[in-house]
């Protein structure tokens, strides 16, 4: 049987552990979190990349090689607002999958 004296430190020992599993856990959450989000702008930005190709502006407001070469960063900045905004719902599932290998609820 444990003494007395002991068994308060036993009870906070647990407790600090606790605290240390838990924010372990949170801090693994908000990385697949994370994940889920930046998953989820990738395809995105990869799904709107065609809907810019065809399109054309005339001069002097657009066209030339610097439009050409700053489509890609429009569609990524795009798909990251849209991801952080709450998306389509693939960063949801992803991350709900995500959880499920990790052991997670």
């Not at 979190?33 to 995105?44: P, W």
Request: hydrophobic share 45%; no cysteine.
């Amino acid at each position: 049987m444990a003494s007395p004296v002991a068994m308060p430190a036993d009870i906070l020992m647990g407790q600090a552990q606790s605290t240390a599993g838990s924010t372990a856990e949170l801090a693994r959450r908000r990385k697949i979190e994370e994940a889920a989000r930046a998953f989820e702008a990738s395809f995105l930005s990869t799904m709107l990349q065609p809907m810019f190709e065809g399109l054309s502006t005339e001069a002097p407001f657009g066209g030339g090689q610097g439009e050409a070469m700053f489509k890609s960063f429009l569609t990524d900045a795009i798909a990251k607002q849209t991801a952080k905004r709450g998306g389509l719902g693939v960063a949801d599932t992803v991350q709900r999958e995500m959880l499920k290998l990790q052991a997670l609820s």
